[in-house]
């Protein structure tokens, strides 16, 4: 069956500009999560929605960053007046609940670059 | 200290020779091990979990030490496609969300 799914797969934008970030969970899984991957780095947090809220936003780095999943299924990312230190991979994990009985499945990820 | 801490390596091995490492966790309360797998520029994808004392698939074995608090993954007759980063991931659970937190990775080269 089909994955988890991300668009753009690559981004590439100017300091000071706005972005968003689309994640495609698979069907059916209530728990969805980003993470943020930068080089040489495991992934790191970043928020978890369950179902259309989001549960847990502390991975977020600062208030330029913001999600939403308004109808519990896809989720978009936004980076406000974007920075060269937000250039990393954005990737996106569903799984069937979040209470860690079921496996995450990552997405492609976006490979977001700031210039 | 760092929730998963990995010495990132490059461990460069031979065709066929076993290599092993460790990663090492701070929550003694996990109850819960992963070693992802992940290729370059490609997603993670979950290698093997660890419930208990450990667990083996194949040629990979994981173990777990609760006591001094590591993990360990263990690759035997290391094959040219093992060539990869191993992610060591711990659940953290403390919000109820099941958030993974990641080791840098130990990245494997096998050498032909």
């Known amino acids: 069956g089909a994955g988890v799914s991300q668009t753009p797969s690559n981004k590439v934008t100017e300091k000071g500009k706005y972005v968003e970030l689309r994640c495609d969970p698979i069907?059916?899984?209530?728990?969805l999560y980003w993470y943020r991957q930068s080089l040489g780095q495991g992934p790191e947090f970043l928020i978890y929605?369950?179902?259309?809220?989001?549960?847990?936003d502390s991975g977020l780095p600062n208030d330029r960053f913001f999600a939403v999943r308004p109808e519990g299924s896809v989720s978009t990312l936004k980076i406000q007046r974007t920075e060269r230190g937000d250039s990393a991979v954005y990737l996106c994990?569903?799984?069937?609940?979040?209470?860690?009985?079921?496996?995450?499945?990552f997405g492609p990820g976006t490979r977001l670059t700031v210039t | 200290r760092k929730e998963v801490e990995q010495d990132p390596g490059p461990f460069n091995v031979p065709e066929g020779a076993t290599v092993a490492f460790n990663c090492t966790y701070s929550?003694?309360?996990?109850?819960?091990f992963f070693w992802y797998r992940q290729d370059c520029r490609k997603e993670p994808k979950l290698l093997m979990s660890?419930?208990?004392s450990g667990n083996e698939d194949g040629r990979f074995t994981a173990q777990l030490n609760r006591a001094s608090q590591y993990i360990s993954l263990l690759i035997r007759d290391s094959k040219l496609s093992d060539s990869a980063t191993y992610l060591c991931?711990?659940?953290?659970?403390?919000?109820?969300?099941?958030?993974?937190?990641f080791g840098k990775g130990n990245q494997v080269v096998v050498i032909p």
């Open positions: 994990a569903s799984s069937l609940t979040g209470d860690g009985a079921y496996e995450q499945y």
């Open positions: 929605f369950q179902g259309t809220g989001a549960a847990d």
């Open positions: 069907s059916g899984h209530t728990a």
């Open positions: 929550n003694s309360a996990s109850q819960s």
């Open positions: 991931v711990v659940p953290c659970t403390e919000r109820g969300n099941n958030r993974l937190a």
């Open positions: 660890v419930y208990s």
